[in-house]
């Protein structure tokens, strides 16, 4: 059959449409490098354009948004919140998403190949759900025990921090979304976030601040590096060009771009000059402002091309001009059991005297009592707050994991009440936890209303008693050797759903670590009172082990990590306020942990003692396969349980050995990531 004219003319059309296209925008080319393509579409951009694309512009339909401009081929920017799943994005309202265990369990799993798959959903549905940017993860050091976001970050340690994030940073990009590591840098309290202004040496900032976000873009290649609200040394992190510049371009080599936080840039000039290359929220700083900056010669036009070079290239090298992202279905039966499986990875078994945990599956009668056993509990407050998919509150989810038994539930808003239910029951599990959110911080480590009344008087009820601890960070548990067993779900997401006791149930040993310092009980305890509060002195600003706790490595080599030891400094760590009406200080020192040696309580008596991160009884039942191990992790002999080395896991089956690599002046351990010990590893794993 014969073609008319016409219809080959048609056909032939919209075949050649992009060759003629490519030939005119030769950007549109996905033969050519990223590099060439960015800066082929920089050129042909007139200064207007050019200034649309460097800061977002939310309208009614759209709040985390960066127009396209259709002349060129250039496709919108929509970005969403992370860390835990897709929160607030640029939709409104908010679409639901897989909502995930906190980023604090994810750390406490210390196994990088599930941090990778934990990412790569993350990637995933928010590729799925058409945006182009995940706003994680959060890898800020939890230095101000009583930090509203201390949920969203991954402990105290910036090796562990290092390791994991690294791993999800590298799962989220894997389907073409690009991560976005925050909050950069010194990130850690909510108090006067906006203009708190840290003065921090230099030892402080390498070892502790800065590692993490190292291993980030050097290992993890993060694609995109969002600047933080503080002040660090006087300068707004996102006009400062030591970080942006010096250590973020010259030294590490970033290629990406950097995103201010919401409302976090502060100048155009300063900002342009440092390397801040997107502004969120508005164009405030980065809109007209900009545009007369560079007609006045304050900011050259090639500064302006600076500027939007790296989210081009990288936009480019992810695929995200030649095929964006396009609203599709989420495989939610198969990502709701992914998000089951990290949930229950990254408990942690902190107490189990008698063998009270696993439950035995046989037992008749469990009474759920407290106010985090009422309602699914699946992620802290704020930017990260994910819609779920789905929930199940932990009655029927407790119901569906021990079908034979009677389950009775009280809000335990009554102790006397709750504790006349224990009686009656062959085991009582108490739920009890925390309200973490960004925006503010907690008022004390201490559980708030009577949840610690009712734990007591549970427990003095029932000799069977299981605590549940449902929280986004360390909290005081005066109640611990009251109670044969206690399992910390960190802001469990589908743990929420589930039940949050279904760990409790089955068979399987919980194999979390704390990412972060388990507080004793007392008011004694130096995390129970440190916090951003203006006026507060103290000697070290975290939970964690004893103030010669440097964790940082050297590597010698691709995969090589050389543990340092230093000599213990202890620094004087304040809160000064305020400055003015709206601004803060805060000094900070290379300690890390509380003040070296047996903290006192307040009363000049001895704290109780916790457990510093790292603990877990995962931990302890590896500690006698682990003391032979030969090399950096070998533990002294006579060494305490609590200097114990630990794993950081590279699979479920083939965990890496983590310890602070001997003893300098106390028991305390770094997570200094060292050789493997498969072997050991694997005999752990077996028993």
């Not at 873009?217 to 996102?238: D, L």
Request: proline share 9%; aromatic share 4%.
């Amino acid at each position: 059959m014969r073609t008319g004219p016409l219809v080959l003319a048609v056909v032939l059309g919209v075949s050649l449409a992009a060759p003629a296209v490519a030939e005119a925008q030769p950007w549109r080319d996905a033969r050519r490098p990223p590099e060439r393509r960015a800066a082929e579409l920089v050129a042909a951009m007139t200064l207007d354009e050019k200034i649309s694309q460097l800061h977002l512009q939310p309208d009614a339909q759209h709040q985390r948004f960066v127009p396209p401009i259709p002349r060129l081929g250039v496709p919108g920017f929509r970005i969403a919140n992370g860390p835990a799943g897709m929160g607030p994005a640029d939709d409104k309202p908010q679409k639901p998403a897989t909502a995930l265990p906190a980023t604090m369990a994810l750390a406490s799993t210390f196994d990088t190949v599930l941090a990778r798959r934990y990412g790569r959903l993350i990637g995933d549905e928010t590729r799925a759900l058409a945006h182009n940017v995940s706003e994680g993860p959060d890898i800020n050091m939890a230095r101000v025990p009583r930090n509203g976001r201390t949920f969203e970050g991954m402990g105290e340690d910036p090796v562990l921090a290092g390791a994991i994030g690294a791993a999800d940073i590298r799962g989220i990009q894997e389907n073409g979304t690009i991560a976005e590591v925050k909050h950069f840098a010194a990130n850690n309290q909510e108090t006067r976030r906006q203009s708190i202004d840290e003065h921090i040496d230099e030892r402080t900032l390498n070892e502790i601040y800065l590692p993490h976000f190292e291993q980030a873009v050097t290992e993890g290649h993060a694609g995109s590096v969002m600047c933080a609200y503080p002040k660090i040394n006087g300068v707004f992190t996102c006009e400062n060009p030591a970080l942006l510049q010096g250590k973020l371009r010259d030294d590490w080599g970033f290629e990406g771009f950097v995103q201010s936080d919401w409302g976090a840039a502060h100048s155009t000039v300063g900002s342009a000059n440092a390397g801040m290359n997107l502004e969120m929220i508005d164009g405030t700083w980065y809109g007209d402002r900009l545009k007369q900056a560079v007609l006045a010669g304050q900011v050259s036009e090639q500064r302006v091309d600076e500027l939007l070079l790296p989210r081009f290239r990288t936009m480019f090298a992810f695929g995200q001009f030649d095929h964006p992202p396009v609203l599709t279905p989420l495989p939610t039966a198969q990502h709701d059991a992914a998000a089951k499986e990290f949930a229950e990875r990254g408990m942690v078994l902190l107490r189990n005297e008698h063998a009270q945990l696993p439950l035995d599956p046989a037992v008749r009668s469990i009474a759920l009592i407290g106010p985090f056993a009422t309602k699914a509990k699946t992620g802290g407050g704020g930017s990260s707050a994910v819609i779920p998919t789905s929930t199940v509150d932990p009655l029927p989810g407790l119901r569906a994991r021990v079908p034979g038994a009677v389950v009775t539930l009280d809000d335990g808003s009554d102790p006397a009440r709750a504790a006349a239910l224990a009686r009656t029951a062959q085991v009582s599990v108490v739920m009890v936890g925390d309200n973490e959110t960004e925006g503010k911080d907690r008022p004390s480590l201490a559980l708030d209303g009577n949840q610690d009344a009712l734990v007591a008087a549970v427990a003095a009820a029932n000799p069977h008693t299981v605590v549940v601890v449902k929280s986004g960070g360390p909290v005081l548990m005066p109640w611990a050797s009251s109670v044969p067993a206690i399992l910390q779900g960190v802001v469990p997401g589908p743990a929420g759903r589930r039940g949050g006791g279904g760990r409790a149930v089955r068979r399987r040993r919980p194999v979390g670590e704390a990412a972060d310092h388990v507080p004793g009980g007392g008011r004694g305890h130096p995390g129970e009172h440190a916090g951003p509060v203006p006026g507060h002195r103290r000697r070290g600003d975290v939970l964690g082990g004893p103030a010669d706790r440097l964790p940082l490595v050297r590597r010698a080599g691709p995969g090589a990590a050389v543990p340092v030891r230093l000599r213990p400094v202890v620094h004087d760590v304040r809160v000064l306020g305020p400055v003015g009406a709206q601004h803060g200080r805060r000094r900070d020192g290379v300690v890390h942990g509380p003040e070296h040696g047996p903290p006192r309580g307040r009363g000049g008596g001895p704290a109780v003692p916790g457990l510093p991160g790292g603990r877990g009884r995962a931990a302890t039942a590896a500690e006698g396969v682990l003391a032979g191990v030969t090399g950096p992790g070998r533990v002294p002999p006579g060494d305490d349980p609590p200097g114990r080395a630990r794993l950081l896991r590279v699979g479920h089956d083939e965990p890496r050995l983590a310890s602070g690599a001997g003893r300098v002046h106390g028991p305390g351990r770094g997570f200094v990531a060292v050789a493997a010990a498969a072997g050991a590893a694997r005999a752990m794993m077996a028993g």
